[in-house]
């Protein structure tokens, strides 16, 4: 059984770019949620994906963008990027609706 | 407004020193609460879920207690592997949106 998987691994961007995350979910998981892990901090939630759909979002701005596919894999989008969205990205996969969330390795986001 | 606290903030330990690690919650309704293991630059790692006060559940040295107020990860006589950051997280609202707190940084030196 296949994990949760991450790409890029790690990432370096300036400030205005914009930025795309990938996330596999491990096998047979159809929910999706991306959290955003601050140095030092806890993970915050920032949405969650169902069937493909956006399910959730926590407080973070429309510039915050996600897509999940027919295979349940997801992306996330960053426009306009700032200093403060330097970070760890997680994924994290589900089976069904309110499940134990299992954690990709995360995609390290530096922004210059 | 859900909230979840973990104390202390960071916390070293000699190889065999057992000690507790402190989780509480404020969230109503609670319907599970999960401890992870995270590694340095890595993802959380699954330990546990409890889902009702009084139970427990043990894995290798690590066992977790649920009270309605609060958990507790109990470590025996830890070894230096288990150096990690300890999160415990609840699920709130509609949807599966986990509330993480801030992590226990356990260093158990040899």
């Known amino acids: 059984e296949t994990g949760v998987t991450q790409s890029p691994t790690h990432l370096i961007k300036t400030r205005g770019q914009q930025v795309t995350l990938r996330c596999s979910s491990q096998?047979?998981?159809?929910?999706v949620s991306w959290y955003q892990q601050a140095l030092g901090q806890g993970p915050q939630f920032i949405f969650q994906?169902?069937?493909?759909?956006?399910?959730g979002r926590g407080n973070f701005p429309p510039r915050f963008s996600g897509l999940q596919f027919p295979n349940y894999s997801s992306e996330l989008n960053v426009n306009a990027l700032e200093l403060d969205d330097s970070a760890l990205y997680l994924c994290?996969?589900?089976?069904?609706?309110?499940?134990?969330?299992?954690f990709g390795p995360g995609t390290r986001l530096l922004v210059l | 407004e859900d909230q979840v606290t973990q104390s202390p903030e960071a916390l070293r330990l000699q190889e065999g020193e057992s000690s507790s690690l402190n989780c509480s919650y404020t969230?109503?309704?609670?319907?599970?609460l999960f401890w992870y293991r995270q590694d340095p630059g890595k993802g959380p790692e699954f330990l546990f879920t409890?889902?009702?006060a009084g139970e427990e559940k043990e894995k290798e040295r690590l066992k977790a207690t649920l009270t309605k107020k609060e958990s507790f990860l109990h470590i025996t006589a830890p070894k230096p592997e288990d150096s990690a950051t300890y999160l415990c997280a609840v699920p709130a609202g509609n949807f599966n949106k986990f509330y993480f707190g801030s992590g226990t940084k356990l260093n158990v030196k040899p």
């Open positions: 994906y169902y069937r493909e759909e956006e399910n």
């Open positions: 409890l889902y009702s």
């Open positions: 096998s047979g998981h159809n929910t």
């Open positions: 994290a996969s589900s089976l069904v609706y309110q499940e134990t969330q299992y």
């Open positions: 969230v109503s309704g609670l319907r599970g």
